[in-house]
């Protein structure tokens, strides 16, 4: 499973301003209803209800909200970079300015664990976070996250 499989090149957004973790995901929720026209209230209640369960900031500043949702027909992803770091409750307690956002559908099973695995490597990557937090452009950041990396990727 390759990252162009999950997150469209409008799906990236290079300088999201929030200054919640709330107020981010009602962000996230929205573009992805934009991408999905599933409900944006939906999205957003599986997104909350989902960091109920335990925080979904994995640590060095990176989120990875997620979410399993009926009426989804694919995984989809959302990649921000915050224009400022927030506090996101992280598993290091550091503030999260690099999210990336999944929502699968409810049957999605091994398909979703197996994108959750492949972002949460890629993220995994200092040099790839290095790059996306240098990053000036949507598509430049675009273009880091789909890069074959799985070398890389798997060695670390």
């Not at 090149?9 to 929030?18: H, S």
């Not at 900031?57 to 990176?62: E, L, S």
Request: net charge neutral; with cysteine.
């Amino acid at each position: 499973m390759n990252i162009a499989d999950l997150l469209a090149p409008d799906a990236v957004v290079p300088g999201l301003k929030a200054q919640s973790k709330k107020q981010l995901l009602q962000e996230l929720a929205a573009r992805a209803h934009g991408l999905t026209r599933l409900s944006e209230r939906r999205i957003f209640e599986t997104l909350v209800e989902r960091e109920r369960l335990g925080t979904t900031g994995v640590g060095a500043g990176i989120g990875i909200p997620h979410g399993r949702i009926a009426e989804a027909k694919s995984i989809t992803g959302i990649f921000a970079r915050l224009e400022h770091p927030i506090d996101y409750e992280a598993v290091d307690s550091q503030p999260v300015d690099l999210v990336f956002m999944l929502l699968a559908p409810e049957n999605a099973g091994a398909d979703h664990l197996k994108a959750l695995a492949r972002v949460s490597r890629l993220l995994r990557d200092k040099a790839v976070c290095e790059k996306l937090r240098a990053a000036k452009s949507a598509e430049a950041l675009y273009a880091i996250l789909t890069a074959d990396t799985s070398g890389a990727a798997s060695a670390a």
